[in-house]
């Protein structure tokens, strides 16, 4: 048996718990840039995941603070899957991914980290971007600077929002 080992994630396991929603927290802060923001739709909003399994990897969560997508209304739903397709168009055009993973952990016994508010994750991939030093090493290799690909994603959602409505709050 092999153990998967994501070092750069300790951060994320050693740090307090705070008792209010990290989510609903971010949402409502003024602290947009700080907090990796690459946009604010409607009903939900982007935030690149300050602690990636993959660099260029963000979330699309709903305003809503709900931990199931069975009661989450259609709108919502229809809005955050509408942005999902956005999402890879962007991580596909900008960061030159060959491909994405997108997916949801619904609830901390599928593995979610956040189990109390549900949110997409959509993970850029390229090929071979998996090799011996992940692996043997416990080292992952980032060809880009976070705050570049942060500063990327954030200046092409910024563009999109002038063209598309949907990124209207």
């Not at 604010?40 to 963000?58: D, H, I, Q, S, V």
């Not at 997108?102 to 850029?124: C, R, T």
Request: aromatic share 12%; proline share 4%.
């Amino acid at each position: 048996m092999i153990d998967e080992f994501a070092p750069w994630r300790a951060e994320y396991f050693s740090r307090p718990k705070d008792c209010e929603c990290v989510f609903c927290k971010i949402a409502n802060e003024n602290r947009d840039s700080e907090n990796f923001m690459l946009f604010r739709a409607k009903n939900c909003f982007g935030l690149m995941n300050r602690y990636p399994y993959t660099l260029g990897e963000f979330m699309i969560i709903p305003y809503e603070h709900i931990d199931n997508i069975e009661s989450l209304d259609t709108q919502i739903w229809l809005e955050m899957s509408q942005i999902v397709q956005i999402g890879v168009d962007v991580l596909k055009r900008v960061l030159n991914a060959n491909g994405v993973n997108i997916g949801m952990n619904l609830g901390a016994a599928a593995g979610a980290g956040i189990a109390e508010h549900i949110h997409y994750h959509l993970v850029p991939r390229w090929q071979r971007d998996t090799n011996f030093i992940t692996t043997i090493g416990y080292t992952r290799v980032h060809g880009v600077p976070f705050m570049e690909q942060f500063k990327s994603l954030k200046d092409e959602f910024q563009r999109l929002s002038c063209e598309n409505t949907i990124f209207a709050k």
